[in-house]
């Protein structure tokens, strides 16, 4: 049986989903916050944050019974809107299946949201302004500095949850303290990213299409945009940090920064009036990945979410993972009522280690594929069979960005697995000339399945070297 | 052209190679150590630990000028001398060839005379007993505490560098300092280590074959056996913390640790007259893994050996890879006469650092190939084609341990790629029926290389993905 007494420290999409969850099966909650209430904070147009929600999150949210609340702050992208240099734009959908697309929602929105929600619940307490300076990763006690009196706070409970984000504290005591072998990785990208903006046109509407993830890919570089309910679109570059002729060091003046963006992103300029503006006010900032073992220490403290598992965005999948992360520990604690809570964050992070080391590799994966969209041939063969596969076979057949964006059921592990071979297969059944893009479609589909069954087989065999 | 004054931090293996060749090259070398002169501190009996030296590291000694001295201490080790529970020992050679062999070597031995070595020229100064306290990465000065009078000193220097091994000091400052994106991983295996011994017999002989690395694989744990030049072995338990009926954490009595010993490992057992003993005075020790980037900070300081990449042993090529990284940026220094220093640490890195993380990788996979040596029937079949190519077509044909092992010339990157390419072709090709234990070794080699290339192909293109 579980000790009912829990401290949550950070109030981030995370946290507060695991407030709410735990609160609404019965725990007493301290949800501790280290930034002003968000609900009560102006947020300025143009910095709203938005991200992508897809199945697993909406899973989450079903689970914590506000799926219909949260569709309403959702705005459906179904497919990536290419814009190339030399040629119109097009779509490129996510799946061949109408029900199958992503979400574009604001951080800020949900995060209200799940605030609110969790707030309603008796047994759920919230501090905001709450800074965490150090944890006792044993005794599940922690101390905080209250940055609106400047008192010092020490808050003790059952088990404290780590949800304080990427910089996580609680992460750096487990590091730092040494109790026991902890591994740890952080790994930047050679690129970072900076946040800019398209506006509204002056009616409200959109200026670009409003239903799709729109992406400039530009081989090095690239640029993204999501669309908001207010009409506008968050924009994100993405860029090298050093050499090719642009990069984030040299891109120094206004002058620099709007010819880049005229000669490079010419769709994308005419629609982006405060573009020199957004670039130096906004942040640059880094593209890491983070990952450790173990998450728990002593059945008292526990790492979730970006704490445990920080992960570069080119799959939309950082807030889903985290809620999925949720979704884990319930049906865990669903299934083990008379466990205490060693076993329980024991046997969690032993299930969801895996899975989270497979959507950072995927994330990585798929910023190179983002980015360098109009590669090599064989490439662009490839996607034509897998767009005509999804398109005629959509049950049949799932591209490896379904089976991660959209089979919820299965665990991103089996997705990679799956997908990656997948991947191998088609390219590899390219180069032997055994499939093409003429031939009839049931045939390629059957060899690429064949094929990728013999690559899973082999990959087994060789992983028992 | 470089600045001439150089600081280097550890006076370990590596560091005493390197301030040995820099002041060889004429640079003003003060190589500073934090423990007592390994030269004048007694060291028990037993307790020697010896290290596997083979190609790489041999070819560091030659530039170095000391070849012919460091073969002295060197007792080569022509194979794997394999115990089983079931059935008599067996040698497994590493090579076909007789000239292809690696050595066993005392580390205190090598390194006491790399440092009477280093200290013959005019332009090192050595100090004992100063241990590093704090970096200032940009400045190239460091602050030392004198270990004798208690004091604190600070040296300065053109350059530093950091020398002192996989619990580095100066890599602890580029984390802590965040000047500049440092990507950190440190990873631990389930598995820790403990030295034992066997020592010689009455008469001073080897109570084991003397020219082989003795292996008694057992699964999951394993036992090895490297001879020192006094008639004795020095033993390394690698054991899994938890798990299993005996781990580290479980064998906690003497008797325990007798009992284990003689079940598990019958041959090694009565060679062991203090096996006890020395379980309970050796320490357990972690097996971890550290990678970083960049290595370099500012043209300033320069991380080198373990402390820009600490790997674990099981590929005997720690040491190797450590002088390695000397022959490298040797050859950079040599190449580069003009530059200064952040062109050559930056030249360095980029080079060097696909080659030191394969090697970690290379290292991991050979704990779990070492230690089921008894494996599956495949890979016993593979061992037969592999050993008996080695055996008629040395020349022609190189095992993945052999590529790693004996071809200096090859990058240890290169290397892994090209021998895992043919572990999976044989593997593969097996599976598949195309190649067996009886058929014409000819074809079989033929059958092999070609499966490689191709395997190297489909690769090439997939990592353009």
Sequence with gaps: MQEKSTLIIGAGLCGSLL????????????LIEKRPDLRKTEISAGRS??????????????????????????????????????????LSPYSGLTSEYIN???????????????????????????????????????MFKDETSQEKKQFKADVIFGADGAGSVVRKSMWEDRLFLFSLSQNFLTHGYKELSIPPTKDGGYRLEKNALHIWPRGENMVIALPNLDGSFTVTLFMAYEGGEYNLNNLNTPEKVD?????????????????????????????GTVKCYPWSCSGKTLL??????AIV????QGMNASFEDVVVLDKILDENPKSDWKFIFDTYQKERKADADAIADLAI????EMKSHTAAKIFQQKRKIETALEQKHPKDYASKYRLVTFREDLGYNEAMKKGRAQDKAILSLLNKGEINTEMNLEDV???????????LNEDAILSGM
């Design 49 to 90: 944050i938005n991200l992508a929600l897809s199945n697993r999150g909406l899973k989450a949210m079903k689970l914590a019974g506000i799926e219909e609340k949260v569709k309403e702050l959702c705005i459906p992208m179904h497919g990536r809107m290419i814009h190339q240099k030399d040629r119109d734009e097009f």
């Design 365 to 368: 994966d798929n910023f190179h």
């Design 19 to 30: 407030a709410l969850r735990l609160a609404q099966k019965g725990y007493q909650v301290k």
């Design 259 to 287: 010819a880049y963006f005229k000669e490079t992103y010419p769709s994308a300029h005419p629609h982006m009036p405060t573009l020199t503006q957004d670039f130096f006010e906004n942040p640059t900032s880094p593209l």
């Design 304 to 309: 979730i979410g970006d704490a445990a598992h």
């Design 104 to 142: 574009s929602i604001s951080r800020t929105g949900l995060n209200a949201l799940l605030l609110n929600e969790a707030e309603k619940l008796p047994n759920v307490e919230i501090l905001f302004n709450h800074t965490c300076l150090d944890v006792d990763l044993v005794a599940a006690s922690a």
């Design 445 to 455: 589909l059957q060899k690429i399945n064949q094929e990728t069954q013999e690559i």
């Design 313 to 316: 965005p080119f799959y939309g």
